[in-house]
């Protein structure tokens, strides 16, 4: 039988490491000890991040046979099928995988590693979410799109987690990246954060800039689709586009704000997500309900299809708003515009002392803009032109707190909300 030079190498190292004969054979012993060449090991959020998680990783060879090992710490280790996925966009083919980490055990920690061979990547660890959680704090970023290189995202990503060590996840809402096929955009992006993602639990929203195509034209999201394994929401041909998980004492529901973008792809984007969103919300028991999505309610002079006009609500605020008000939601987190507006209560499209409270935040990336006041709805803003800035949602039985801040750290505002 005739050995393949991989399965040469492997069982060579296995001999090297049975008779310690590593300073005979340096050469294989430097292999044995490689690194596995991924990129972007992240983990996700599912829909019970109590007893479950997602890990994905990529490469940009395929690494046949790779696997997934973890272990609760101190215990036995598990290996775990992976599922991989290819794309070619950009003229470079990446590699995707996938393992589903199921019926894990409340408030534990947890160790994972990639293995391939006898080759490993480093432990990594994550916490699964306490049974009964009744406060928790997690970081909110929008639109880390950047231009010119990603640095200083990854440097703002970094300090916020120093600042709030104890945040539990981190939302990224839309426009992750500036432009959704770019390998350039990509790479980049998940490269500024590589010391850390792996141990964060990412949730990310899509938003219209995942929708670009190499010449700015409106595409299918196809790297965002295969990038994120989300929550399953029940409509196959729209996975990964919304979803919703639980966590602590509320219930957040990411919804896609892409109906222009992805109008010739999926018509009846509004209408599904629309109906999923009544079943999904209606009568949960959670304590809060909070929305995140990508474009904001408000048009902000960005000329709105539907309305025709560049004034007041957007074509995503006459879009889901009525719903909100119908379903009783809690709060709604926004981005797209790049600043920090808060406008209090809105109910039945009108400012009110009851109904959602929107709040818009970002961009974390450096695409800076000028944006205009809405004198009808907003209630408070950042000054201009917009410093890099996220949010800090806490959440407990009797309240929401927002707090927004700068990536610089100054204190921006703080919204309360209680029941
Ligand atoms: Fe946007």
Redesign the pocket.
């Known amino acids: 039988m005739q050995l393949s030079r991989r399965r040469f190498i492997a069982l060579t190292g296995k001999i090297i490491l049975l008779f310690g004969l590593g300073g005979v054979f340096p050469r294989l012993a430097a292999a044995a000890s490689d690194t596995l060449p991924i990129e972007a090991l992240r983990q996700l959020i599912t829909a019970d991040p109590r007893t479950s998680r997602t890990i994905m990783w990529q490469s940009k060879t395929p690494l046949e046979g790779c696997r997934l090992q973890y272990r609760a710490a101190g215990g036995n280790f598990q290996n775990l099928p992976v599922i991989q996925e290819s794309l070619n966009e950009d003229r470079v083919t990446n590699y995707y995988y996938t393992a589903y980490l199921k019926n894990l055990t409340p408030a534990t920690n947890y160790q994972y590693r990639i293995w391939q061979n006898n080759i490993a990547t480093p432990w990594q660890e994550f916490i699964t979410a306490p049974a009964e959680i009744t406060e928790f704090s997690a970081l909110i970023f929008c639109?880390s799109q950047c231009g010119q290189t990603y640095d200083g995202w990854g440097q703002a990503f970094r300090t916020a987690w120093q600042r709030h060590p104890a945040a539990h996840f981190f939302a990224i809402v839309?426009?992750i990246v500036d432009n959704g096929q770019q390998e350039w955009q990509w790479q980049n992006f998940f490269a500024a954060i590589a010391d850390i993602l792996p141990q964060k639990l990412f949730i990310p929203v899509m938003?219209?800039?995942e929708c670009y195509s190499l010449i700015w034209k409106f595409c299918r999201p196809r790297r965002y689709e295969l990038s994120y394994n989300l929550p399953a929401n029940g409509d196959t041909e729209l996975q990964n586009y919304y979803y919703s998980y639980d966590y602590g004492p509320v219930h957040f529901i990411v919804l896609n704000t892409q109906m222009l973008e992805l109008k010739d792809i999926h018509p009846h984007l509004l209408e599904t997500q629309k109906n999923w969103l009544r079943q999904d919300a209606k009568n949960h028991p959670a304590r809060w309900r909070v929305v995140l999505m990508?474009?904001d309610i408000l048009a902000y002079d960005e000329y709105q299809e539907g309305t025709k006009t560049m004034m007041s609500i957007s074509d995503t605020g006459y879009a889901f708003m009525p719903v909100f008000d119908e379903l009783g939601i809690d709060l709604v987190l926004t981005?797209?515009m790049h600043t920090y507006r808060n406008r209090g209560h809105i109910h039945h499209l009108k400012p009110a002392d009851k109904g959602p409270v929107y709040i818009m935040s970002g961009p974390i990336g450096n695409q800076q803009y000028h944006v205009p006041a809405d004198k009808t709805f907003d209630r408070s803003a950042i000054y201009q032109p917009t410093p890099e800035n996220y949010l800090l949602l806490s959440a407990s039985t009797e309240k929401l707190t927002v707090t927004c801040y700068t990536a610089a750290g100054e204190l921006i505002e703080t919204t309360e909300l209680s029941h």
Request: a negative charge; aromatic letters at 0%.
């Open positions: 639109d839309g426009d938003g219209n800039h990508h474009k981005g797209h």
